[in-house]
C-alpha cells in the first residue's frame, strides 16, 4: 500500500503555493514523481520536499517545469515571489539547513552565535529577552540550542567560520563569571583545525553588516542560503543575486577581522578585563 501524499496549504506561503502547482501539474500529466524526475534532472526526493515545501526549488527547476507541464512561465513568475519572501516555517528550515551544511559562515554584531555559546551564556540570554517565560519554557529553549551544536560531531560540517564585532565579548549576559567560561570556549574554538572565529575591534570603521547577524551555509553540490535575522525575524535568501551580495560583505569583514591568533589574544585581553 503506498504511503498516502501529504496535505499541501497552497495558501500559505508562495513556496507552498509553488509545491501545489507542480503536485497539480504533475498529477493533471498523470506523471510520477519518479517520472518527473527524469523530465526535469532532480531526484525524486528533492522533488517531494519541493512539493511540500521543504525545500526552496532550484534557479534552474522554474524554467524545467514550464517547459515539461506547457504553462508559460507560471513557475517562474511563482520562483520570483517564494525566493523573496519570508517563510512561515523560516527558523524551523534554518535548523535542518544547518544540519545538512557542508560550510557555515557567521557574523554578528551583539549577541554569540548559537553554535558558539556555552549553556550558562544562552540561558541568560534567553532570561534577558524573553524575562516573561517560566524556567521550564527557558530551559526547553536551552536544550534545543546546545542540540544544534552536534552540527560540529555529526560529520557532516567540514569548516566553520565566525567573525565576531567586539561588542559581543564586552555585552556580559549572566555576569562576570559566566562571560569568562563563554569567553574560554571561544578560545578553545579557535584552536581547533575546522573552526575559525576572528574578531572586529571598535578601532574599525562602520560596514555594511554593523547591527545585523548574517549566517552563511554552503549545502552539498554547491547550493548556498543565506539567513539574515533580526530580533524578531530570521530571513532566508536562497536566489544567486542575494547570495553573491551577502557573500562579498562576509568576505570583506574576513579580511577586516584580527587573524585567528590575533583575535584568540584579543578574547584573553577581555577576559582579563572582566571584574573577579
Same mark, same amino acid.
Given at each position: 500500500?503506498s504511503?498516502?501524499?501529504?496535505?499541501?496549504?497552497?495558501?500559505?506561503?508562495?513556496?507552498?503555493l509553488?509545491?501545489?502547482?507542480?503536485?497539480?501539474?504533475?498529477?493533471?500529466?498523470?506523471?510520477?514523481?519518479?517520472?518527473? !524526475?527524469?523530465?526535469?534532472?532532480?531526484?525524486?526526493? *528533492?522533488l517531494?520536499?519541493?512539493?511540500?515545501?521543504?525545500?526552496?526549488?532550484?534557479?534552474?527547476?522554474?524554467?524545467?517545469?514550464?517547459a515539461?507541464?506547457g504553462?508559460?512561465?507560471i513557475?517562474?513568475?511563482?520562483?520570483?515571489?517564494a525566493?523573496?519572501?519570508? *517563510?512561515?516555517?523560516?527558523?524551523?528550515?534554518?535548523m535542518? =539547513?544547518?544540519?545538512?551544511?557542508?560550510?557555515?559562515g557567521?557574523?554578528?554584531?551583539?549577541?554569540?552565535p548559537?553554535?558558539l555559546q556555552?549553556?550558562a551564556?544562552?540561558r541568560?540570554?534567553?532570561?534577558a529577552?524573553q524575562p516573561?517565560?517560566?524556567?521550564? @519554557?527557558v530551559?526547553?529553549?536551552?536544550?534545543?540550542?546546545?542540540?544544534?551544536?552536534?552540527?560540529?560531531?555529526?560529520?557532516?560540517?567540514?569548516?566553520?567560520?565566525?567573525?565576531?564585532? @567586539?561588542?559581543?565579548?564586552?555585552?556580559?549576559?549572566?555576569?562576570?563569571?559566566?562571560?569568562?567560561?563563554?569567553?574560554? *570556549?571561544?578560545?578553545d574554538l579557535?584552536?581547533?583545525?575546522?573552526?575559525?572565529?576572528?574578531?572586529?575591534?571598535?578601532? =574599525?570603521?562602520?560596514?555594511?553588516?554593523?547591527?545585523?547577524?548574517?549566517?552563511?551555509?554552503?549545502?552539498?553540490k554547491?547550493?548556498?542560503?543565506?539567513?539574515?535575522?533580526?530580533?524578531m525575524? !530570521?530571513?532566508?535568501?536562497?536566489?544567486?543575486?542575494?547570495?553573491?551580495?551577502?557573500?562579498?560583505?562576509?568576505?570583506?569583514?574576513?579580511?577586516s577581522? =584580527?587573524?585567528?591568533?590575533?583575535?584568540a589574544?584579543?578574547?584573553?585581553?577581555v577576559?582579563? @578585563?572582566l571584574?573577579?
Amino acid at each position: 500500500m503506498s504511503a498516502r501524499p501529504r496535505e499541501l496549504t497552497p495558501d500559505r506561503s508562495a513556496r507552498d503555493l509553488f509545491g501545489a502547482k507542480m503536485r497539480a501539474c504533475r498529477e493533471r500529466a498523470g506523471m510520477s514523481l519518479e517520472g518527473l !524526475s527524469g523530465v526535469v534532472n532532480i531526484s525524486r526526493s *528533492h522533488l517531494a520536499r519541493i512539493e511540500t515545501a521543504q525545500a526552496m526549488p532550484p534557479p534552474d527547476l522554474p524554467g524545467r517545469l514550464d517547459a515539461a507541464f506547457g504553462t508559460d512561465g507560471i513557475f517562474e513568475e511563482l520562483y520570483g515571489l517564494a525566493s523573496k519572501e519570508i *517563510h512561515p516555517d523560516q527558523f524551523k528550515r534554518r535548523m535542518e =539547513l544547518e544540519r545538512r551544511a557542508q560550510v557555515i559562515g557567521e557574523y554578528a554584531s551583539q549577541i554569540i552565535p548559537g553554535l558558539l555559546q556555552t549553556e550558562a551564556y544562552a540561558r541568560a540570554q534567553f532570561r534577558a529577552g524573553q524575562p516573561w517565560a517560566s524556567k521550564g @519554557e527557558v530551559e526547553e529553549l536551552v536544550v534545543a540550542r546546545m542540540s544544534r551544536q552536534a552540527v560540529f560531531t555529526a560529520g557532516t560540517l567540514m569548516d566553520y567560520s565566525a567573525v565576531l564585532d @567586539e561588542a559581543t565579548l564586552r555585552r556580559g549576559f549572566g555576569g562576570p563569571e559566566v562571560m569568562r567560561a563563554q569567553l574560554d *570556549h571561544l578560545i578553545d574554538l579557535t584552536l581547533t583545525p575546522r573552526t575559525t572565529i576572528q574578531i572586529l575591534p571598535f578601532d =574599525l570603521e562602520g560596514h555594511p553588516l554593523a547591527g545585523g547577524f548574517l549566517t552563511l551555509m554552503t549545502m552539498d553540490k554547491g547550493t548556498r542560503v543565506f539567513a539574515d535575522e533580526g530580533v524578531m525575524t !530570521s530571513t532566508l535568501y536562497e536566489d544567486l543575486e542575494s547570495a553573491v551580495r551577502l557573500q562579498r560583505s562576509y568576505d570583506l569583514q574576513r579580511m577586516s577581522a =584580527l587573524t585567528p591568533r590575533e583575535s584568540a589574544d584579543f578574547i584573553r585581553s577581555v577576559r582579563e @578585563e572582566l571584574p573577579t
